[in-house]
């Protein structure tokens, strides 16, 4: 049997991965009709949006909607519509680490890939291929493989694809347009290889051949889990030397440098700052901690739940660093912190170390004002209630401000945190800055973002990570 032409898709979730990736796929295969479809009613109106005012942030995103929507891309809440009509169904629901129960603070919480799983086998009247996009543990595919084959109509089959996204925020549009690889798991049956060929031949549109993977179902679900594990790992690996630096005396950019000009090691992903954060990165390290604890690997387990630990020691370590060096107490001082995203150009905050120092400055009864140039003061007051769910939002609020601008926010402060590198920071006009501060005047920089000595001129007590002034 041939593979199936692909002619409708629908993706389940408008969500960070969702959204980005079948709107490329849409203006890359104009003879493709894609519909994301979501629950949230909100969401898909901001997709909808007159003057595409989108719910995510990421660079170029706007100019893909523009071209396809109304064409051939297509954004609805009817979800069982989306369903009944694909060849082809994408997954993209969220994947949280579990809060409680089996496997809590470790585990996936797959509550919202079932949901959708048993949705598509109650609705769908034809044959469908699934596709896993979601970031899951090894051998979801045959969970969802299960439910669909125990609740299909008669004559009704699915094949499961399992095709993660290696995005990187801030660069999602880039990364679709010119991926790295695409990689395809599928089972390796003639079926499960026609499903997977059909997939391929989506992405051949604008993808060249040999950078289209074909692998089994699970290998290309542990892919993801290791390729963001290794990546981790390294920015861990650079931090924990950022420490040995400050001790010594060295500079961690200096080091950083001479090890990644090491062809074996090249320069990528040895930045130090003051963590990592987003989506992904932990909650795939602990999904793997997770699952090597459940093949009995304890020393597996414990190597990569060390990375994590020392992501969180970082951050404990920078915001001690600040204390420390404001003469042991910042009780009742007032601290700007600039950037709150995650990383630059995303409006994502997802595990964003922001929320971690600005966490441990209230503890220490610190006043605070917050500036990020993307994320909405809505999203702040949320992550900064989850961070503290015993405090009162009018509480935090006596503490902490939402500025309008990074000069607002550094007006009268005691000292400076930069916690994301936005490009903005490095062009502030720091004379005027520095002239409406309380003196002495200290900048920490948790992200090697600006020019220290420049700084120390014009009068900034400068603090830079990984570096022992």
């Known amino acids: 049997m041939a593979p199936a032409k692909v002619s409708k898709i629908c993706c389940i979730g408008a969500g960070y991965v969702g959204g980005p990736t079948c709107a490329v796929i849409a203006l890359k295969c104009p003879n493709i009709q894609v ?35 109304g064409r051939n891309l297509f954004f609805s809440v009817d979800v069982d519509k989306g369903i009944q009509e694909a060849d082809l169904i994408f997954v993209s629901v969220n994947t949280p680490t579990k809060k409680s129960g089996v496997g809590a603070g470790f585990a996936a919480d797959l509550n919202y890939v079932e949901l959708a799983t048993r949705r598509i ?231 964003s170390a922001a929320i971690t120092l600005i966490q441990h400055f209230q503890e220490e009864r610190a006043l605070i004002n917050i500036y990020d140039p993307q994320v909405a003061e809505s999203q702040i007051w949320q992550d900064l209630s989850e961070a503290s769910p015993n405090v009162p939002l009018d509480q935090i609020k006596k503490q902490v401000t939402i500025s309008k601008s990074a000069l607002e926010a550094c007006h009268k402060a005691e000292a400076i945190v930069i916690a994301t590198e936005w490009k903005e920071f490095k062009e502030i006009d720091w004379r005027s800055v520095y002239s409406h501060m309380n003196k002495p005047a200290f900048l920490f920089d948790g992200r090697l973002l600006v020019d220290a000595e420049k700084l120390r001129e014009i009068g900034f007590k400068v603090v830079s990570i990984g570096r022992g002034e």
Request: glycine letters at 6%; charged letters at 20%.
């Open 35 to 69: 519909t994301i479809v979501d629950l949230n009613k909100s969401r898909i109106d901001a997709w909808n949006s007159p003057d595409f005012n989108l719910p995510i942030y990421e660079p170029g995103l706007d100019d893909v909607v523009r071209q396809a929507r």
């Open 121 to 351: 086998a109650a609705v769908a009247t034809s044959s469908k291929i699934v596709v896993e996009k979601s970031t899951v543990p090894c051998r979801t595919a045959e969970s969802m493989r299960t439910i669909l084959e125990a609740n299909s109509k008669p004559g009704c089959q699915f094949q499961i694809l399992s095709n993660p996204e290696f995005l990187a925020e801030g660069t999602a549009i880039s990364d679709l347009f010119a991926p790295d690889r695409v990689l395809i798991g599928s089972l390796q049956t003639p079926e499960g290889k026609d499903a997977c060929k059909s997939l391929g031949d989506v992405y051949a549109h604008w993808v060249p051949e040999n950078k289209i993977l074909t692998v089994g179902l699970w290998s290309s679900e542990l892919s993801k889990l290791a390729a963001n594990a290794m990546l981790a790992q390294r920015i861990s690996s650079i931090n924990a030397l950022s420490a040995i630096c400050e001790a010594t005396g060295a500079n961690i950019d200096e080091v950083a440098h001479a090890v990644g000009c090491d062809s074996r090691v090249g320069p990528k992903f040895l930045k130090a700052s003051v963590g990592f954060g987003g989506s992904c990165f932990q909650k795939d390290i602990l999904n793997l901690v997770y699952l090597s604890e459940s093949l009995h690997l304890p020393e597996v387990a414990a190597y990569w739940k060390q990375v994590v630990e020392l992501n969180n020691y970082q951050k404990r370590r920078f915001s001690k660093r600040v204390v420390d060096t404001l003469f042991n107490t910042i009780t009742g001082k007032r601290i700007a912190v600039l950037g709150f995203a995650f990383k630059a150009d995303t409006g994502d905050t997802r595990e």
